[in-house]
């Protein structure tokens, strides 16, 4: 299993898995209730709308496919990313949605529905300019910014109104596995194969904490 993700009610958690497969759990039954079945290959992220109608999942081929999670219908296929499609995320109202790739790069997509109920995924900007796989992409709480971890060590931050990155973080001395930020938007938190955790100041990009106490890599 590579990667989880639960629905906004709390009620259901989407697993996503090598075997093709993204499996929807129940929480209060503890059990499997759903199959989402058609990817060629493992399933490396999977994500819930915050309406909770729909689901992105990407898999090894690059391929991202969008799931109607009531009954588990496929609803659309992107070929996305020329590599490994390792995170997929929502923006808060569900219209929009953010991939990022072991082939360097970020997209962000118009993932609204059409009137037939399908998710054909319209690509917005293409964002590029890390130089090693992207293993994190995320919005900000204003919706029109990003923030993305690469294996080439950086952060980046980035305009969703233009497409431009806008700043780097430069201080890991190793692979960015992971990122968050905080409600307000002013602070990233970054998460490192060099066993630290660093914390920066979104409007600079500059480090402003490092927390030490990991023996091996933080993800």
């Known amino acids: 299993v590579y990667g989880v993700c639960t629905s906004p009610d709390g009620k259901l958690v989407l697993s996503a898995s090598g075997d093709k497969t993204v499996t929807v759990w129940d929480l209060q039954e503890l059990k499997a209730v759903r199959h989402f079945k058609g990817h060629g290959s493992s399933v490396y992220c999977c994500a819930v709308s ?8 990407g898999d090894m081929d690059g391929c991202i496919k969008a799931w109607r999670v009531a009954d588990g219908e496929e609803i659309g ?21 953010l991939s990022a790739s072991a082939d360097k790069t970020i997209v962000h997509w118009d993932v609204t529905e059409n009137e ?32 993305s971890a690469s294996s080439d060590n950086t952060l980046k931050v980035w305009s969703l109104k233009t497409g431009k990155e806008t700043r780097t973080m430069v201080g890991h001395r190793d692979a960015v596995l992971a990122c968050d930020l905080s409600p307000d938007g002013e602070f990233a938190v970054s998460a490192s194969q060099d066993n630290t955790i660093k914390v920066w100041k979104v409007a600079t990009g500059k480090e402003v904490r490092t927390l030490i106490g990991h023996t091996d ?3």
């Open 116 to 147: 037939d109920g399908r998710v054909t995924g319209i690509k917005m900007h293409h964002l590029t300019g890390h130089r090693g796989a992207v293993r994190c992409a995320i919005f900000a709480p204003d919706g029109m910014t990003a923030l």
């Open 77 to 97: 296929t992107i070929e996305a990313h020329e590599q490994a499609v390792v995170s997929v995320v929502f923006s808060r109202d569900g219209c929009r949605a």
């Open 50 to 57: 915050r309406q909770g109608g729909v689901a992105l999942s």
């Open 217 to 219: 890599a933080v993800r």
